[in-house]
T-cell receptor, first 111, second 116 residues
Framework: RKEVEQDPGPFNVPEGATVAFNCTYS??????FFWYRQDCRKEPKLLMS?????NEDGRFTAQLNRASQYISLLIRDSKLSDSATYLC????????????WGLGTSLAVNP | DTGVSQDPRHKITKRGQNVTFRCDPI?????LYWYRQTLGQGPEFLTY????????KSRLLSDRFSAERPKGSFSTLEIQRTEQGDSAMYLC??????????????FGEGSWLTVV
């Protein structure tokens, strides 16, 4: 089993839809969790950190479920500009310096 | 622009040649990382510096790869005797290393390497 797993998609949704992605991690001692957005042939850009209490930034909401060992990203009122690959990253337990990455989930928002 | 900067952005080289990439991290960040990414994959960790000390190096990194951060500021990644399998985007990233957001990393725009 991979340390961090994501459904690669692609997720095809119409504008205005709500879409959610999950990312599972295998090490229960992991401490830091992040969602990054990556456009084609560009660098990953931090979307949001994921806190235990969950956090929200505009149309984006991130949640952490420690019991089931996954993080989620919810996008409400999808825009065409949300089309991208969404990468999750999890720190390796005992090694806060290095993040382990999922392969990403591809999202296409259609007009 | 005070983000992470990388140079060159694109490099095409012949197999067997050496290439060097430079990274300038965010100025107050003391951690610097090198990653490699190919299409359809997530970033793959190569190596990590805390100030000038190289603290970790991936076992996936062959002896042809070497990285330095001599003064704890900019870093270079050199690939010797390039092979076609080295073709990828090489990403540099930095993080503060302390505080609540100490583990949050910020990427540069990447250096694309094509080995022909």
């Amino acid at each position: 089993r991979k340390e961090v797993e994501q459904d690669p998609g692609p997720f095809n949704v119409p504008e205005g839809a709500t879409v959610a992605f999950n990312c599972t991690y295998s090490n229960s001692a992991s401490q830091s969790f992040f969602w990054y957005r990556q456009d084609c042939r560009k660098e990953p850009k931090l979307l949001m950190s994921v806190y235990s209490s969950g956090n929200e930034d505009g149309r984006f909401t991130a949640q952490l479920n420690r019991a089931s060992q996954y993080i989620s990203l919810l996008i409400r009122d999808s825009k065409l500009s949300d089309s991208a690959t969404y990468l999750c990253a999890v720190n390796r337990a005992g090694n806060n310096r290095k993040l382990i990455w999922g392969l990403g989930t591809s999202l296409a928002v259609n007009p | 622009d005070t983000g992470v900067s990388q140079d060159p952005r694109h490099k095409i080289t012949k197999r067997g040649q050496n290439v060097t990439f430079r990274c300038d991290p965010i100025s107050e960040h003391n951690r610097l990382y090198w990653y490699r990414q190919t299409l359809g994959q997530g970033p793959e960790f190569l190596t990590y510096f805390q100030n000038e000390a190289q603290l970790e190096k991936s076992r996936l990194l062959s002896d042809r790869f070497s990285a330095e951060r001599p003064k704890g500021s900019f870093s270079t990644l050199e690939i010797q005797r390039t092979e076609q399998g080295d073709s990828a985007m090489y990403l540099c990233a930095s993080s503060p290393g302390q505080g609540v957001t100490g583990n949050t990393i910020y990427f540069g725009e990447g250096s694309w390497l094509t080995v022909v």
